[in-house]
């Protein structure tokens, strides 16, 4: 969602003086406000704000990791016994494909994360490129929800947005 400063809104719509201002023609009626943001590109909040992003990306690296183990773990048990049973179960061999898979998004999320923690759009972007090119089920089971409606708007006809 993108944020909007309504005063550069209000000073590209409304006609002024030559040479003054919107915000020197507010200060001269007294109508001056205190709660917007003064200076909107302060270095403090620049620095927060890439901090927590990557905090939070190294938080999802955690889980990621440890739903790679977990997915890795049950890829070892399936395969083992689907060897045992020589692959003649059909639903043994499809919990080995989905486990597979398993394996496959959470490495493909563990490079994307990793990088997203350097830089975030560019780990962002190299997921999305995955699950667009690859992995199409993949949207519907791994993106958030919040990331689908972007889904959408790439892939109008797709059956899983």
Do not use: Q
């Amino acid at each position: 969602m993108t944020i909007y400063n309504i005063f550069d809104y209000a000073e590209s719509t409304n006609d002024f003086h030559e040479g003054e201002s919107f915000s020197s023609s507010i200060r001269e009626k007294g109508s001056h406000k205190d709660n917007y943001i003064k200076d909107p590109t302060s270095k403090k909040d620049a620095f927060l704000s890439a901090f927590f992003a990557r905090l939070f990306f190294l938080c999802l690296l955690f889980a990621d990791l440890l739903w790679g183990i977990v997915s890795l773990t049950l890829f070892s048990i399936k395969l083992i016994v689907n060897v045992i049973t020589l692959f003649r179960s059909k639903r043994l061999l499809t919990s080995l494909k989905k486990s597979i898979l398993a394996v496959k998004r959470s490495i493909v999320c563990f490079i994307a994360l990793t990088i997203a923690v350097i830089s975030p759009a560019l780990g962002i972007m190299f997921s999305c490129m995955y699950f667009l090119m690859y992995d199409k089920t993949g949207v519907d089971e791994i993106v958030p929800a919040s990331l689908k409606g972007h889904f959408k708007e790439i892939l109008p006809h797709s059956p899983f947005c």
